[in-house]
């Protein structure tokens, strides 16, 4: 086909002859490639993609940033963690090491070493509490598995179902979060 020669289209490939509609305002030419000057008006098909396409991006770089952002906050808010965990297992040999001393006679040598330790532990602890490092009080409480990991069971009618009979190892809390459940023995 030749091109209609009251075609006004500036495509060079647009053979649409007499059914020419890129010059009119109501609708978009099918042949219309919107490279060189549309004239396809406000609805074209290509232009309402081209600005989907970029709302959608747009949306997607926003989501990504508030989710990087909420990803850094976390790291921030919880970057000891792993330490801390590691400094756990310290304080339990400390005490440990306390609970040795059962007589809290400090005339022998052994009491007055433990005595050092029981310091050291009081300084610990206080670090601890100054960085929202809490202990997770179990023993006594009904065993509630998203603090607490039942690793034993045992069997005393004198106590109610479903409650901590022993800590075995303590949990602890950073913050909000927990960085190690207390392990317990539960009465079923």
């Known amino acids: 086909m030749k091109k209609n020669k009251e075609c006004k289209c500036k495509n060079e490939n647009c053979n649409c002859g007499d059914d020419c509609n ?80 059962d007589n809290n006679d400090l005339s022998d040598e052994v009491s007055k070493f433990l005595s050092g330790f029981k310091m050291i532990y009081g300084n610990l602890k206080s670090l601890l509490d100054k960085y929202e490092i809490k202990e997770i009080d179990a023993l006594g409480k009904e065993f509630n598995p998203t603090y607490m990991d039942a690793v034993l069971t045992e069997h005393d009618e004198t106590k109610p179902a479903n409650v901590v009979v022993e800590v075995l190892t303590k949990g602890y809390m950073y913050k909000d979060k927990v960085i190690r459940p207390a392990m317990v023995k539960v009465n079923n």
Do not use: H, P, W
Not at 68 to 78: F, G, I, P
């Open 22 to 101: 890129c010059n009119k305002d109501s609708k978009c030419s099918e042949g219309c490639s919107c490279e060189s000057g549309c004239k396809c008006g406000e609805n074209c098909k290509c232009k309402k993609e081209a600005e989907d396409k970029y709302l959608r991006l747009q949306a997607e770089f926003i989501n990504f940033r508030n989710r990087t952002s909420m990803e850094v906050a976390n790291l921030l808010k919880y970057e000891g963690e792993t330490f801390i965990k590691e400094l756990l297992t310290t304080v339990d040999n400390f005490e440990r090491a306390i609970v040795m001393d």
